[in-house]
């Protein structure tokens, strides 16, 4: 066997998403900040990202993040996210797996019964907390950036479809919101076909009506993902909503997707439908769950944002060892 490559992987999923997490094989790029890494791998190291997501070593239904060294001081280590369809700034699932290897490998020391984990990522500082019991992490918690609104009941024409009403928010990653109702479909997995279709549609037909950036990183614009969801519940038992998130290229995400969750806290703040520090239950398509709660507001740009903090489960599944023969005609994979 002739390697041209290896790259080892420790193998997780947060809520039944797939987030495996790179730990050696890779090369950090100097940088200023983790965004402007970020840049730099999607312009010379893409073919990393193809290697890895598509097939035959990778497929649509998973992610990977390189363990990298942090450029903001503040921080234990810094990571990127990549993903089938393209490199994402932030991610809620991935950074609950990340958390948990970072922990359960070592590389960051375990103390019990809670770990702080400070994150440099492409969108900002994010401070994750593991309960840790017996060298494992039961659960990891984190703040994310600040999430906010950028339009509410935004009226689109969806081909096929026709006119539907959706909201945009910023929660790590740029989100349109759109009821299930108004599609005509379901939350559950026997419209998962239908769901990842209007999903596009709806994608598009919002890419081509505004294009929300950042103000504070312009280069942070443009709909990342849409989210499909049921009524929102609030009663005795508490705050829930089911949703489930069309991700680039097209499939659905397993969790109930973390940064998705932060944007919907910020509408749902917006639309005066939760108060700061209430916890809100968010299922996805296969019933795992999220809780998410607002722990304080702040100004970003012209915007009014939120703080949020989300909280989810997650398990390391195995290892495994990425490898490229010079004679593999498939050295970046290939996609159908």
């Not at 702080?116 to 969108?123: C, E, N, Q, S, Y």
């Not at 906010?148 to 969806?158: G, I, K």
């Not at 006119?163 to 599609?183: F, K, N, P, R, T």
């Not at 997995?189 to 549609?201: D, H, T, V």
Request: hydrophobic share 40%.
């Amino acid at each position: 066997m002739r390697l041209r490559r290896t790259i080892s992987l420790i193998c997780c999923h947060a809520e039944g998403e797939v987030g495996d997490v790179i730990v050696g094989g890779v090369l950090d790029i100097p940088a200023s900040s983790m965004h402007e890494k970020l840049m730099k791998f999607i312009n010379k190291h893409d073919d990393l990202r193809k290697l890895l997501l598509h097939e035959p070593r990778g497929r649509l239904e998973s992610s990977a993040m390189i363990v990298l060294p942090p450029c903001d001081p503040r921080a234990d280590a810094g990571f990127l996210i990549m993903a089938p369809g393209d490199w994402v700034p932030m991610s809620g699932s991935n950074t609950i797996c990340t958390t948990t290897v970072l922990l359960e490998t070592g590389i960051v020391p375990m103390t019990e019964p809670t770990t702080t984990v400070k994150l440099d990522t492409a969108a900002g500082l994010i401070i994750a907390t593991a309960e840790c019991e017996n060298g494992s992490c039961k659960s990891v918690s984190f703040d994310n950036v600040a999430a906010f609104v950028y339009a509410l009941d935004m009226e689109v024409d969806v081909p096929g479809i026709g006119s539907v009403l959706v909201d945009i928010a910023y929660g790590g990653q740029w989100y349109v919101v759109v009821q299930a109702e108004a599609l005509g479909v379901r939350v559950t997995q026997s419209f998962s076909n239908q769901l990842i279709e209007f999903g596009k549609l709806v994608k598009a037909a919002v890419s081509e009506r505004c294009m929300p950036t950042h103000p504070e990183n312009p280069a942070i614009r443009g709909i990342n993902n849409v989210i499909i969801s049921e009524p929102f519940d609030s009663s005795r038992d508490g705050s829930s909503v089911k949703h489930t998130v069309v991700v680039t290229p097209g499939r659905l995400d397993r969790s109930p997707c973390g940064t998705g969750s932060s944007a919907r806290l910020a509408i749902l703040y917006a639309r005066k439908q939760i108060d700061l520090g209430q916890e809100v239950k968010f299922s996805s398509i296969i019933d795992t769950m999220f809780l998410g709660r607002i722990k304080d507001t702040q100004p970003v740009g012209t915007f009014e944002a939120v703080l949020p903090n989300i909280k989810g489960r997650e398990w390391i599944t195995g290892h495994k060892q990425g490898y490229v023969d010079p004679s593999d005609p498939f050295q970046e994979g290939f996609q159908l």
